[in-house]
C-alpha cells in the first residue's frame, strides 16, 4: 500500500541553524500538510498547500517556516533560523482530495531535536 | 481547539470488543467525524470516517446517533497490537481553498490488556 515518506526520521540541529524537513507523499495525492507535536501534548496543524500555494496556515507557521514542493514528488519544511521550542515531531499528510472526503495520510514523521 | 470529548482512558482484554465513545454534539451538518491512531512514536492512522450512517471497514465500525451528537468507534477483536491513542476529529472546511486541516483534541489513550 503506498505510504507518505519522511526524512530523516531524526535531525539533531543547533539553535540558529536552518532546517529543512523531506517528505515524498503518496504520488497521486494533491493536496500537502505538515504538522507538529511537541512531546507530550496534541497534534497540531501547521500548514496546508495545494496547486504550489499555500491555502492555509496556523499561528504556529510564522515568518521562519516555509514551504515548496521543488519538484513532483518532494514536499518540504524549512525552518529557516530554530529555537530551542522548535523541538518535536514534524508529520506530513496528504490526499486525493479533501473536498469528497479522502482522508488524509500521515507519515511517520520527522524528530527535531534542537540544542 | 478540538470539538469532541473522549474518555481519557480506556482498558480492553484482548480479544474482546473495544468501544471508544466519542461526542460531538455542535456539530454541524456537513461536517464529517473522522477517526485516527497514533501507536507511540508513530504517525496519526487513519480508521474510518462517517457522516451520519453507520461505517464499517477492515479496520473497525463507526456507529453515529441518529442525532449525530456523538458516535462510538468499535475494534471488533482488540489484539496488543491496538494499543494507541485514539482520535476521533470533527473534518472542518476553513477559508482557504483545498484546507480541511484537521484539529486533534487529547484522544482516548486505549490500552489492550492480555
Known amino acids: 500500500e503506498p505510504e507518505v515518506t519522511q526524512t530523516p526520521s531524526h535531525q539533531v540541529t543547533q539553535m540558529g541553524q536552518e532546517v529543512i524537513l523531506r517528505c515524498v507523499p503518496i504520488?497521486?495525492?494533491?493536496?500537502f500538510y505538515w504538522y507538529r507535536q511537541i512531546l507530550g501534548q496534541k497534534v497540531e496543524f501547521l500548514v496546508s498547500?495545494?496547486?504550489?500555494?499555500?491555502?492555509?496556515k496556523s499561528e504556529i507557521f510564522d515568518d521562519q517556516f516555509s514551504v515548496e514542493r521543488p519538484d513532483g514528488s518532494n514536499f518540504t519544511l524549512k525552518i529557516r533560523s530554530t529555537k530551542l521550542e522548535d523541538s518535536a515531531m514534524y508529520f506530513c499528510?496528504?490526499?486525493?482530495?479533501?473536498?469528497?472526503?479522502?482522508?488524509?495520510?500521515f507519515g511517520d514523521g520527522t524528530r527535531l531535536s534542537i540544542l | 481547539d478540538a470539538k469532541t470529548t473522549q474518555p481519557t482512558s480506556m482498558d480492553c482484554a484482548e480479544g474482546r470488543a473495544a468501544n471508544l465513545p466519542c461526542n460531538h454534539s455542535t456539530i454541524s451538518g456537513n461536517e464529517y467525524v473522522y477517526w485516527y491512531r497514533q501507536i507511540h512514536s508513530q504517525g496519526p492512522q487513519y480508521i474510518i470516517h462517517g457522516l451520519k450512517n453507520n461505517e464499517t471497514n477492515e479496520m473497525a465500525s463507526l456507529i453515529i446517533t441518529e442525532d449525530r451528537k456523538s458516535s462510538t468507534l468499535i475494534l471488533p477483536h482488540a489484539t496488543l497490537r491496538d494499543t494507541a491513542v485514539y482520535y476521533c476529529?470533527?473534518?472542518?472546511?476553513?477559508?482557504?481553498?483545498?484546507?480541511?486541516?484537521?484539529?486533534f483534541g487529547k484522544g482516548t489513550k486505549l490500552s489492550v490488556i492480555p
Open positions: 476529529i470533527e473534518r472542518r472546511r476553513n477559508s482557504g481553498a483545498g484546507s480541511y486541516q484537521l484539529t
Open positions: 499528510a496528504s490526499t486525493i482530495d479533501p473536498g469528497i472526503n479522502q482522508p488524509q495520510h
Open positions: 504520488s497521486n495525492h494533491l493536496y
Open positions: 498547500f495545494y496547486n504550489n500555494e499555500i491555502s492555509e
